[in-house]
């Protein structure tokens, strides 16, 4: 199970961080990854982390403005969201799955297991 917060509405520029805790069958789960969907949208791969190692990967459009951090004690990934622009405006979802290769990283369909989604708005 997989449980995301923080969302909100923030100004332009602002920032807001993004937690997510896991639990149950997740934990095992080699990859964390944030994805989201704007309305009218497909979703859309913003970040993810390896639990083991920590390497990290971002979506271009996020990259020097988002930091993706995990806590294995607490079994929680944290998104740090700087910067933030109107187009960032989506339900963002974490997700937990068993991904090896960087490329499948990226892809939604490499996660098994999703949260609840939390929305994040960002006004200009």
């Known amino acids: 199970q997989l449980q995301a917060s923080g969302g909100g509405l923030v100004q332009a520029g602002g920032s807001l961080r993004l937690s997510c805790a896991a639990s149950g069958s997740t934990v095992s789960s080699y990859a964390m990854g944030w994805f989201r969907q704007a309305p009218g949208k497909e979703r859309e791969f913003v970040t993810a982390?390896?639990?083991?190692?920590?390497?990290?990967y971002y979506a271009d459009s996020v990259k020097g403005r988002f930091t993706i951090s995990r806590e294995n004690a607490k079994n929680t990934v944290y998104l740090q969201m700087n910067s933030l622009k109107p187009e960032d405006t989506a339900v963002y979802y974490c997700a937990a799955g068993n991904v090896f290769s960087a490329i499948a990283v990226s892809s939604a369909t490499s996660y098994d297991y999703w949260g609840q989604g939390t929305q994040v708005t960002v006004s200009s």
């Open positions: 982390i390896r639990w083991s190692g920590g390497t990290t």
